[in-house]
């Protein structure tokens, strides 16, 4: 059986995600007994349409062809940025279609209302990919600790923050070193300011309070605090202390249900499996009442790891 499906946008991500599905076809109908079939790119570019990555009548420049198309069961957004990717997300889901995305900025903002237009529509809205890239976070909380009462979440969940405290710690280089050294090697944005202020971090991290607890928390009221003002000697006090220093994002249930959050530099324990994510990898502690401590760790963002994650949801809604 055949699941047609549309990507929107054919970036770094949007190329990873077709080159999973594509490369791998073969592998994927014979786990699933399902194909993936590419029917629609939505992408502008001229350059990257004649790129010669995908056939160049795949693409389209007109989004009603995409949403207008009953044979399009599943929409993939991967223009990145607030608009017109919501919009896009919204008319799909009315009009019936599943929507997956791996941008973490927009569900966070729009939790609640991407969840209800699902909902009301009876699709569904997948967004594996926000969070730690290609680490199962969201399949973990909601299949494999679902008999869990999940009670604490911390996790390091943006690379290219890590990646500048490794080099610091490691290395010796300064803040401002460590960062022309990421941005050079790919690991950072030319304006880094989502990263390193812990923006990109508190976006992850309300959609992990949702998922975790149950309780949504825009990521404009955590408490967040950035590695910008980070200095060598903070790394070397931490050393000193027993610790390693990382940008954590953490969400604890208290007793009485309420919900502790933060995003902030934080002296993580030697024997801690957190303290041993290093470079721009990241990692998941999860602390559960009944399969106590789980940690997840992995390529955090990245054409392939984040492909290999909006592919996985993709599969899971054709099956």
């Not at 077709?18 to 939505?42: F, H, M, P, S, W």
């Not at 198309?69 to 991967?78: G, K, M, Q, R, T």
């Not at 959050?261 to 994510?277: G, I, K, Y």
Request: net charge neutral.
């Amino acid at each position: 059986m055949t699941t047609k499906i549309a990507l929107l946008g054919f970036g770094t991500v949007g190329k990873g995600t077709y080159r999973a599905l594509t490369q791998n076809a073969a592998e994927i109908e014979r786990k699933t007994g399902k194909r993936i079939e590419v029917k629609k790119i939505l992408e502008k570019n001229p350059a990257v349409i004649g790129s010669g990555l995908a056939p160049k009548e795949l693409f389209t420049q007109d989004f009603d062809s995409i949403v207008n198309d009953p044979e399009i069961s599943i929409v993939a957004e991967i223009i990145g940025g607030s608009e017109p990717a919501t919009t896009f997300m919204l008319r799909a889901l009315r009009a019936g279609k599943h929507v997956v995305t791996p941008n973490k900025a927009v569900i966070a903002a729009n939790y609640d209302m991407f969840r209800q237009a699902a909902a009301e529509n009876g699709v569904q809205i997948r967004y594996e990919a926000s969070v730690g890239g290609a680490i199962p976070v969201i399949e973990t909380i909601r299949k494999s600790l679902v008999a869990n009462r999940i009670t604490k979440v911390q996790g390091i969940v943006n690379g290219t923050t890590n990646y500048i405290l490794t080099k610091m710690e490691e290395e010796g280089m300064s803040y401002g070193d460590a960062l022309k050294q990421a941005q050079e090697s790919g690991f950072a944005e030319q304006d880094p300011t989502a990263d390193v202020e812990g923006i990109d971090s508190a976006n992850k991290l309300s959609i992990l309070i949702a998922e975790c607890f149950g309780v949504y928390i825009k990521p404009t009221e955590l408490d967040r605090t950035g590695i910008s003002k980070l200095t060598r000697d903070d790394l070397r006090l931490a050393t000193q202390n027993g610790c390693k220093l990382k940008l954590i994002a953490s969400a604890e249930r208290k007793e009485d249900g309420s919900i502790e959050a933060f995003v902030r530099p934080t002296e993580v324990p030697q024997d801690s499996p957190l303290a041993a994510v290093r470079n721009e990898f990241n990692g998941i502690l999860f602390s559960c009442n009944m399969a106590d401590k789980i940690f997840l760790s992995g390529r955090g963002a990245g054409m392939d790891p984040t492909g290999s994650a909006m592919a996985a949801d993709i599969i899971s809604l054709a099956k």
